[in-house]
């Protein structure tokens, strides 16, 4: 048995170890290069969009906050707008009120000083129309009541 059996093996094998090292240096380092190249961009931008990521992320929190924040502070004019028309309001219902009191109390008096000068008017008719009824029933002239004849 021989370990070589055809000579032709040394040079086929010389060949694959030459074509090894030209493949290598020509075909599968820059294939290397380029894979790597490939893999650190990939990777760049795989950290830039983890990044934008988490910057869109903090804007988003921010603005979200910030639109929170605005609509406290719009509830909170709305309510103090509220607050004050209502109060507003109080002050003038309490004012017309105050006033619609103090006519009625004018008008009371009023109605008041009215009555009595009705009474004073009916009581002078009264007397008045009582004594032209007793004239006219007596046949004879009536004197007023407090008036004594001399």
């Keep these: 048995m021989e370990i070589f059996p055809n000579w032709t093996t040394i040079p086929i094998v010389f060949f694959l170890i030459i074509l ?24 760049g931008a795989k950290k830039e969009a983890e990044e934008i990521r988490k910057i869109s992320q903090e804007k988003a929190t921010a603005f979200e906050q910030r639109l ?5 502070e719009a509830d909170s004019g709305i309510a103090k707008v509220k607050a004050d028309a209502l109060g507003e309001k109080n002050n003038l219902v309490s ?18 000083n009215k009555t009595e000068e009705a009474l004073k008017v009916l009581e002078r008719q009264t007397e008045t129309i009582a004594k032209h009824i007793a004239s006219h029933i007596l046949k004879r002239p009536v004197q007023q009541r407090g008036s004594t004849k001399s």
Excluded: V
């Design 20 to 43: 090894t090292f030209i493949l290598n240096r020509l075909f599968f380092r820059p294939l290397g290069k380029i894979l790597a190249e490939r893999e650190r961009k990939i990777t």
């Design 95 to 112: 004012s017309q009120k105050k006033s619609a009191e103090q006519m009625i109390s004018e008008a009371r008096g009023d109605i008041r």
């Design 68 to 72: 929170r924040d605005a609509r406290r």
